[in-house]
């Protein structure tokens, strides 16, 4: 894992998107019925599934735009 950016290591970006599918999970299967916990729950899929893509994206987008102003100033980090 990096010291500059956690979110570079894809177990964190997984882990993110996993903790907020269990929390969804958690409140629908404890707190609610009929088909308001089936949707939940399917967003609660949803999340894990693309919280870790949309993280990715924007740790490759700041990448790219440090390499942007490394070229453009002329100097890098």
């Known amino acids: 894992m990096t010291d500059d950016n956690p979110l570079a290591d894809a177990r964190v970006r997984r882990l993110i998107g ?4 269990f929390a969804l999970a ?3 299967i404890f707190f609610l ?4 916990r ?9 999340d894990a599934i693309v ?8 740790v490759e987008n700041a990448e790219d735009e440090s390499e942007e102003a ?3 100033y002329g100097f890098s980090t």
Do not use: F, K, R
Not at 18 to 21: D, F, I, K, Q, T
Not at 51 to 58: H, Q, R, V
């Open 18 to 21: 996993l903790s907020g599918a």
């Open 26 to 28: 958690a409140i629908a």
């Open 38 to 46: 089936w949707v939940v729950l399917g967003v609660a899929v949803l």
């Open 70 to 72: 490394a070229d453009e």
């Open 51 to 58: 919280t870790p893509y949309i993280l990715g994206l924007a």
């Open 33 to 36: 019925d009929g088909t308001i």
